[in-house]
Nanobody, 118 residues
Framework: QVQLVESGGGLVQAGGSLRLSCAAS????????MGWYRQAPGKQRELVAR???????NYADSVKGRFTISRDNAKNTVYLQMNSLKPEDTATYYC????????????WGQGTQVTVSS
């Protein structure tokens, strides 16, 4: 079994910064794509950013230039540096990982709350 544990959420004023971390543990041979999604109340979960095993990245248009995704393969950890935060960034943020273990499976973290006050 594989677990993803997120940390780093919290309350911040508009214009501030937060750094989210997500560490994977368990039966892991390697990890392909890792990503961050978010879900605001009453809205669907949406992709924020993802990073593949070759470090290529994709971002939602709404966060380009403000958020940066990175990964540390030795630690099986993915990060999301969030700068210039806006109230509309308020959401629960979830990480996921496509893990090669016994099988190739996608796992999700439990979510971490990010609240940006105006």
């Amino acid at each position: 079994q594989v677990q993803l544990v997120e940390s780093g959420g919290g309350l911040v004023q508009a214009g501030g910064s937060l750094r989210l971390s997500c560490a994977a543990s368990g039966r892991i041979l390697s990890i392909n794509t890792m990503g961050w999604y978010r879900q605001a109340p009453g809205k669907q979960r949406e992709l924020v950013a993802r990073i593949s095993s070759d470090d290529s990245t994709n971002y939602a248009d709404s966060v380009k230039g403000r958020f940066t995704i990175s990964r540390d393969n030795a630690k099986n950890t993915v990060y999301l540096q969030m700068n210039s935060l806006k109230p509309e960034d308020t959401a629960t943020y979830y990480c996921n990982a496509d893990v090669v273990g016994t099988f190739l499976s996608r796992y999700w973290g439990q979510g971490t709350q990010v609240t940006v006050s105006s």
